[in-house]
């Protein structure tokens, strides 16, 4: 069964803590699941969770500065489950072809959707931290690999991992 990932930037939002209610999430968590048009971007991960380090990798890249990235991943079927319409679409992160082959979009998201998805993704999603180091290294090698264009990464991001690419490597000088 293939995965939905979503990147976090307040994991502990998503975690229980004793005052909420059944059925209930942090209004917090609400912030990682902004929409825009009642739409939510998300990725899909295959199975083998063989492209996962690629998707972190291209969107990771896309971010101004390096740092660690949290994401939630939950089965796909759980979508389905809720009655959330998954459209695929072309996604917006520096490589091109995870843009196109894995990038989905969750449409027709009502108010009351978006909470039972919070409330999925805190009860069911595998939530985890991948460490800045081995963010940098993902990048590096999706760029060895040719996955992502060195030109569309941020100034930053691109001074901090320039010494670790081999002379060819395609970093702009």
Not at 9 to 32: H, M, N, P, T, W
Not at 50 to 77: F, S
Not at 137 to 156: A, K, M, N, P, W
């Amino acid at each position: 069964m293939a995965f939905i990932f979503r990147k976090l930037d307040r994991k502990a939002a998503f975690y229980r803590i004793d005052s909420l209610e059944d059925g209930d999430v942090q209004a917090d968590a609400l912030y990682d699941l902004r929409t825009s048009s009642n739409a939510l971007s998300v990725w899909l991960i295959e199975e083998n969770r063989a492209n996962l380090n690629r998707v972190i990798a291209a969107l990771a890249a896309g971010r101004e500065t390096l740092d660690k990235l949290d994401y939630a991943l939950i089965q796909r079927k759980s979508l389905d489950d809720l009655g959330i319409e998954v459209v695929k679409e072309k996604g917006v992160s520096c490589d091109d072809q995870a843009n196109e082959s894995w990038h989905l979009d969750l449409r027709g998201l009502s108010g009351a959707k978006l909470v039972d998805l919070a409330y999925l993704i805190q009860e069911q999603a595998e939530f985890e931290r991948v460490q800045r180091s081995a963010v940098a290294t993902l990048i590096v090698t999706s760029v060895g690999e040719g996955f992502i264009d060195s030109t569309r990464i941020s100034t930053h991001i691109g001074e901090k991992l320039r010494s670790r690419l081999p002379q060819n490597g395609g970093w702009p000088r």
